[in-house]
């Protein structure tokens, strides 16, 4: 079956402006996880969102948000953006959180 | 306050050798411990988990042992091989409350294996 995909790979913004990253879990999965890797901080928990509902938030500021469609694909938009927010984005699927996550090739972000 | 992390950040071994990871976690609470393995542009991938009313599991190559007195945790891969070479990190499962759990992740590991 197919993997989690996440798109787009790549991404290059400069400062202040947002960004939209996707996320399609694999089919049947009912829970997303976003994760933020930085060489400093390394995988950071941002937020996890089970039918349609964001169940649980990570200690990120506002700027960071997402939400999950009835066809259980995610997004995650980050708003003003900053150099810090520099990072791997990676999403995780599982059947309803908890347990069997699979993990996306990660949306790499720079920020100039 | 509460992390889960590893003691070494770089691990070589020779290819056939045997490998130890190590991975401390401070939430005695923890019930369920996963390892993962992540090359380069890749995500996190899978390779074992545990939960804590076990000491040992083992998987093709791979064992994973557990030790609640001490909170440790430590990933043996046995005649590692090039195709090893990856950054491995443990996670802890942690409930959120409402049904939501989320991963912390300890710092990771770079295993290097050495033809």
């Known amino acids: 079956k197919a993997g989690v995909t996440q798109t787009p790979r790549y991404l290059i913004k400069t400062r202040g402006q947002q960004v939209t990253l996707s996320c399609s879990p694999i089919?049947?999965?009912?829970?997303v996880s976003w994760y933020q890797q930085t060489p400093g901080q390394g995988l950071q928990f941002l937020f996890e969102?089970?039918?349609?509902?964001?169940?649980n938030k990570g200690n990120f500021p506002g700027r960071f948000s997402g939400r999950q469609f009835s066809n259980s694909r995610s997004e995650m938009n980050v708003s003003t953006l900053e150099l810090g927010d520099s990072a791997l984005y990676l999403c995780?699927?599982?059947?309803?959180?908890?347990?069997?996550?699979?993990f996306g090739s990660g949306t790499r972000l720079t920020v100039v | 306050g509460e992390s889960v992390g590893l003691h070494l950040p770089t691990l070589s071994v020779q290819e056939g050798d045997n490998s130890i990871i190590n991975c401390a976690y401070s939430n005695s609470a923890s019930d369920y411990f996963i390892w993962y393995k992540q090359e380069s542009g890749k995500g996190p991938q899978f390779i074992i988990d545990i939960r804590s009313n076990m000491d040992k599991r083992q998987g093709q190559r791979v064992t994973v042992l557990l030790n609640k007195t001490v909170k440790h945790l430590s990933l043996q891969i046995a005649a590692t091989q090039p195709g090893d070479s990856a950054v491995y990190f443990c996670?802890?499962?942690?409930?959120?409350?409402?049904?939501?759990?989320?991963?912390?992740f300890g710092k990771g590991t770079k295993l290097s294996v050495i033809p």
């Open positions: 996670a802890e499962n942690r409930d959120s409350g409402a049904g939501s759990y989320q991963l912390t």
């Open positions: 089919s049947g999965h009912r829970s």
């Open positions: 995780a699927s599982s059947l309803e959180g908890g347990t069997g996550y699979t």
């Open positions: 969102y089970f039918s349609e509902t964001q169940r």
